[in-house]
């Protein structure tokens, strides 16, 4: 693996940063597992002492279900490297670990894939796929629609829907079939595969200690890495200062940089996270590894100030549901209410 600074000129176009980052690529195998045994052996050992606190206080098995809850997104952020077989320099191995992290994150793995490689290939162009994305409707295209359809569309776009009804829907149910993939047998396969492994899981907490590890410990902490998933999916791509284009003028690596966010997370929330606020990056070279992400803001200082939003900024961007191309940003269903009552 390459070490040191790696210098680059000022750089006029998105696309000129690929060559520069491409030198990242390469995946340190001893390092990536160690991201693996830092990450699942906690989560498996907070789960052995959530189940041993069942005889005891349900405060305490709830308080070990946020830790369990915070590996869980963990586990899902070394799963997405896998994903992009950025973790591991073998692509076989990348998937092997991949498929395990993704029974234990309810994510069918080559399903997963699939549908998240339509998203870096479509991220920011409003007429592209929005299969594994959030569906953005310019201003125009919302009112064009019939009553029944807006009301669908604000309901999706309700923060509420966002944060507290999509979580469980999108990994307990929607994960469960190949949606938008259901004529291809392998994708059937992966959420099957995941399927009957879960239940088996499942099946042995019940047979073991009937619903008590299921109720109190599988079902909250699940709930949790989900919930906290969508929160850091959903800021990565909608905020104010995103940019999104119409087919005919989106360019992927343009969007890529510009339309993805920088979190500003405190550091043990960005470990957790496997830097994966660090997504201008992310998006402009995938293979590169997470662990590697921050040797590039390291090495580039241009890019370490770009797209920068706090926590509180990433909340206030749930209301942000339609791109306004005049304006060229998001904006909230009341703005545009308002904006049309003054024509």
């Known amino acids: 693996m390459e ?6 000129p000022e750089l ?4 000129d940063w690929v060559p520069v980052l491409a030198k990242y690529r390469e995946a340190d195998d001893a390092r990536a597992w160690r991201e693996v045994a830092v990450t699942l052996g906690p989560f498996l050992a907070l789960w052995v002492l ?17 830790g ?3 590996f869980l997104m963990r586990l899902f952020a070394l799963q997405h490297d896998c994903g992009h077989a950025a973790l591991f320099r073998d692509r076989r191995m990348n998937d092997r670990i991949g498929r395990l992290f993704g029974v234990l994150t309810l994510s069918p793995y080559t399903t997963w894939r699939k549908m998240h490689a339509t998203h870096h290939e479509n991220s920011g162009n409003l007429d592209g796929d929005f299969m594994g994305d959030l569906i953005v409707l310019t201003v125009d295209r919302y009112r064009a629609l019939d009553p ?3 009301l669908a569309y604000r309901i999706y776009r309700n923060p509420l829907f966002i944060m507290i009804v999509s ?3 999108l990994f307990y149910v929607l994960y469960r079939i190949p949606v938008g993939l259901m004529g291809q047998r392998r994708y059937w396969a992966s959420c099957m595969v995941n399927n009957g492994v879960l239940a088996v899981i499942l099946g042995a907490m019940y047979f073991a200690r009937g619903w008590e590890p299921i109720l109190w410990i599988f079902i909250p902490s699940t709930l949790l890495g989900a919930v906290l998933g969508i929160w850091i999916f959903y800021c990565q791509h909608q905020w104010q200062g995103a940019q999104f284009d119409f087919g005919e003028d989106w360019q992927v690596h343009e969007a890529a940089l510009h339309g993805s966010s920088q979190l500003l997370l405190p550091g043990w929330m960005t470990w957790f996270t ?3 606020p660090i997504h201008h990056v992310h998006h402009l070279y995938a293979r590169i590894p997470s662990y590697r992400l921050p040797e590039v803001l390291r090495d580039h200082p241009q890019l370490e100030p770009m797209n920068k939003i706090t926590v509180g900024q990433s ?3 749930l209301n942000l549901a339609l791109w306004d191309p005049t304006q060229r940003r998001l904006i909230s269903f009341r703005e545009a209410h308002g904006r049309a009552a003054q024509v």
């Open 68 to 70: 369990i809850g915070l």
């Open 167 to 169: 979580p469980p829907l």
């Open 50 to 66: 959530a189940w041993g606190s069942l005889d005891g206080p349900r405060w305490v098995t709830l308080a070990l279900t946020v």
């Open 3 to 8: 070490t040191g600074t790696i210098t680059a």
């Open 148 to 150: 029944w359809r807006r």
């Open 12 to 15: 006029a176009h998105a696309r």
């Open 274 to 276: 496997a830097n994966f």
């Open 315 to 317: 909340l206030a961007a």
